[in-house]
Structures are given as C-alpha cells and as structure tokens.
C-alpha cells in the first residue's frame, strides 16, 4: 500500500497560481501511476490529470488543459500540480490518487485526504 498527503492548497484570487504536492510513503518501490482529482461544493469527484511513473504519458481534463501542469520527482516520491490563471470553477477540494496501473481518468486504487483550493473571483 502507499499512502498519500497532500499539501500547498489554500486561497488565490482568479488568474493566479497556486501548487499542489502530494508526498507518497509507504510502498513507493512499486511503478504508480499518479493523479489529482477534485471535488467542488455539491458536485461528483472529477479528474483533473495523471501521470505514468516514468512521467512519459499524461492526461488532462479538458478544463485545465494550458493551465495546469502535473509533474512527479520521483526520487522525492511526490508529486505536483501546478496551476495557473485560475478560475473560481477551480474551486474544490483536491486529491492526490496512485494506481498500480495506467486507467487515465478512471484511476484511484489509494487516495490522501485532500487540500483545500479556493479561488476569488
């Protein structure tokens, strides 16, 4: 198992950045594939990006796409989102998620607890 926290949410007014870390322990030896998803006030779980343990594949929701980056240092065993010109809609909870395998957006065998995003319009 491995386990997952993440860090850097917060309060950013629109069109700002803001980045997110996922630090993973636990068993880290193996090859996960990553990803950040979110939850806004109200509304489903959705999925924001992901990336392969090499960091050679990756995928993004069609609404961060140009503006978020997902990043992993695999040598620090955690990982990244940086965002940038965000929106109010960005706002949400965001979650850190490891698999075993590569799914893409339907990815999530382990899960952190979430950071807090919150952006001012």
């Known amino acids: 198992q491995v386990q997952l926290v993440e860090s850097g949410g917060g309060l950013v007014q629109a069109g700002g950045s803001l980045r997110l870390s996922c630090a993973a322990s636990?068993?880290?030896?193996?090859?996960?594939?990553m990803g950040w998803f979110r939850q806004a006030p109200g509304k489903e779980r959705e999925f924001v990006a992901a990336?392969?343990?090499?960091?050679?594949?990756?995928l993004y929701a069609e609404s961060v796409k140009g503006r978020f980056t997902i990043y992993r240092e695999n040598a620090e065993n955690t990982l990244y989102l940086q965002m940038s010109k965000l929106k109010s809609e960005d706002t949400g909870v965001y979650y850190c998620?490891?698999?075993?395998?590569?799914?893409?957006?339907?990815?999530?065998?382990?899960w952190g607890q979430g950071t807090q995003v919150t952006v001012s319009s």
């Open positions: 998620a490891a698999d075993r395998y590569w799914s893409g957006a339907t990815m999530g065998e382990y």
């Open positions: 636990g068993s880290t030896s193996r090859r996960y594939t």
């Open positions: 990336i392969s343990y090499s960091g050679g594949n990756t």
